[in-house]
Each structure stands twice: as structure tokens, then as C-alpha cells.
């Protein structure tokens, strides 16, 4: 657990594998979460470092933005509530949404350079609905998706897979890692690689170059054979 400057005393919740808190004395803790292994399919070797290490940064880079830049932060985060994970919403800090945007963009694109400025448009599409099905190659799924709004293809599609479920219907602790991207005018995709004739769940959302996403839909399909 790594003690944290005092200028992060906005920051809470959890961002990726790393959650903040409060330590008994008051300042505020880095958290890595613990990650559960299960097979060759559990995550990709270094995720979890190298997320804590841009979170780290992004936190440090809080730091250099002058008053004004960290109050349009503020005012941006008050009035764009983020999805819960449980079908409702919760409001961030300034230096939550700094952290959040800054680090989707940097992870998915991936950018060398962070915002100094929250966005100043809304998304312009999210994915509307899902349709993930038996993939026609070797151990795979297929995903295809509709979008509405105005898809752009700077902006990206996400898609996230689970770990195979077993016959008991029992999963990993790590539910979803992340899986691959596509260009945002992109609506479908083949997920490949897989345990052969396992159930998966799969979530996709749309997410804008300037690290904004949307609410994940999800579907859940069983994998092909194996060759």
C-alpha cells in the first residue's frame, strides 16, 4: 500500500485495478487489487502494473494543472454523472474525472499526452443493442452491435470478455479482462483464442477519443468447438 500525496484527498472509488481510500491516519492509500489466476486466459501478464503505474502518474499530473484547469474539472464532473455498474449513477471529484478520462484515453489509444481539459461535447453515439453468438471459426465468439447516434471512427468500440464458466455455472474471480478495440464505425467483431465450447459473457460500449464512455451492453454466447 502506497501512502499518496495530500493533494489527492478529492479522489475515491476505484479506476481499473487500483482503489483509493482512507488509511487509518487520515491520508489517502493506493490499493492494488488483488487478481485472482485461473487459467492462461486470466488477464494480460503486466495489466495490472502498468495501470497502477498510469494511475500514478495521471494522479502527479493533477498536481501541475493551475486553479482554473482543476475548477473546469470540478464543473464538468458535477454536472456528467458516470455509470454505478449497477444500472444507476454516482458523481466524481475533479481529480476523478482528470484520472478517469485521461486514463481510458492513454490506456485504449494509447495517447502520450494527457488532457489538461475536460471535454467540451457529449459522447455522439453509444452502442444500443448486442448480439454475441457461437463464433463460425475455431474456439471463438462473434460480437456484433448497433449504434446510435453519429458513430465516429477516431473514437473506439470496447470489448471485454469474461472467463469461461464452467458447467456449475461457477466463474473467476476477475469476471471480465479487457479483449480488444475497434474503430468506433466498426460493428463487429470475432473473439478468438478461447476454451472451446465454454460460456462466456461479453460487454461492449463505445468510448471517445477523449476518454468518455458510455454504459457497457452485454451479452453471453458459448464458444465453437476447437478445430
Known sequence: MAKMLPILGEIKGSIGAVTFRKSMNGPMAMVCKPVCRVDGQAGVPGAIDRNRALVAFLSRMWSTLDNTQRQAWRDWAAVNPQPDGFGGTFLM?????????????????????????????????????????????????????????????DDAIEVAISQPYCSAGKHACIPFKYNKQTAGNILLTSITGLCPEMWYWVRVRYVVVDGQVTTWMTGQALSSAAA
Open 93 to 153: 471529484s475533479g481529480i476523478n474525472a482528470f484520472v478517469q478520462l485521461n486514463h481510458t484515453r492513454m490506456r485504449i489509444w494509447p495517447a502520450e499526452t494527457f488532457n489538461e481539459l475536460p471535454p467540451i461535447a457529449q459522447p455522439p453515439a453509444q452502442v444500443d443493442t448486442v448480439n454475441i453468438g457461437t463464433g463460425v471459426g475455431a474456439s471463438a465468439i462473434d460480437a456484433a452491435w448497433t449504434i446510435a447516434g453519429t458513430e465516429v471512427a
